[in-house]
């Protein structure tokens, strides 16, 4: 398939949806930003979804997830680059993303997408493309009893507390599990060849073996350490999804892992 033939709907091979656990090895503060606080509050609340329940956004999941595979590929030569991903490049640099969200015919757009754009572009998605990867909100499994923690400002200049600047911390506190889903959709063709190599490579085998990550703010002060494993693969073809048919659950992700790539030759 030339670069020209290829459009941004690329045929769907396959349809991977993980559904996924995080558990808390830290308390957990995602913040849900400033506003106007009643004296009865805390004065760093979580984000709480309609039903006062807390949530993780699927946008903070994403957000750490692609800034810890661009931290990880970003360290590799080019050879181990190339030859475990097929990637020529990690990231575009912003003139060449700009280029190619302005390019006016499917056929600039697509060589550029094939020659400029870096695999986690690709991945992750920019504006004029979308990203194959989606990732939903984290919700409790169970119900969680918040905790509050008090800090204090620490004038970083005079290495010292600020005077009255105690201020409470709303969190989840460790050994809570909150479950989301992650699905990816691979396409059949041979320029997003680097991005599914990242994702069955990297992603998928690393939540096999459960990822540890920082989620959350308050990182400098002992919060937002979790886990974040697989705990069902679905892994549907497109007569399956066409039908509304159900794959048998990925009993091996390391075997399924290596079945698929060896599929790619």
Request: glycine share 6%; net charge negative; charged share 30%.
């Amino acid at each position: 398939m030339s670069t020209s033939e290829l459009t941004l709907h690329s045929r769907l091979k396959r349809r991977v949806v993980i559904d996924c656990a995080v558990e808390t090895m830290e308390p957990l503060h995602v913040g849900k930003g400033k506003e106007t606080l009643s004296v009865s509050e805390v004065d760093m609340p979580v984000m709480l979804d309609t039903n006062e329940n807390p949530i993780i956004p699927g946008s903070s999941i994403r957000g750490v997830l692609r800034a810890h595979v661009t931290r990880l590929l970003a360290s590799l030569d080019e050879t181990t680059l190339n030859s475990e991903f097929n990637a020529g490049k990690v990231k575009a640099e912003e003139e060449e993303i700009d280029a190619f969200q302005k390019a006016k015919s499917q056929e600039e757009k697509m060589k550029l997408f094939s020659e400029k754009l870096g695999v986690i572009d690709k991945l992750f998605g920019v504006s004029g493309y979308a990203s194959p990867l989606k990732i939903t909100d984290a919700t409790p499994n169970i119900e969680i009893d918040l905790a509050a923690r008090t800090h204090v400002k620490i004038d970083n200049d005079l290495d010292r507390a600020v005077e009255g600047g105690l201020f409470d911390v709303q969190f989840v506190p460790e050994k809570k599990q909150f479950e989301f889903k992650m699905v990816f959709d691979e396409l059949n063709d041979h320029v997003t060849l680097d991005v599914n190599n990242v994702f069955y490579k990297l992603i998928l085998r690393q939540l096999g073996d459960a990822l540890e990550i920082f989620l959350g703010g308050m990182k400098s002060r002992g919060y937002g350490l979790t886990t974040i494993k697989a705990k069902q693969v679905l892994a549907y073809t497109p007569k399956q999804l066409a039908l509304g048919e159900k794959p048998e659950p990925v009993t091996d992700i390391k075997q399924f892992i290596d079945k698929v790539l060896k599929e790619k030759g």
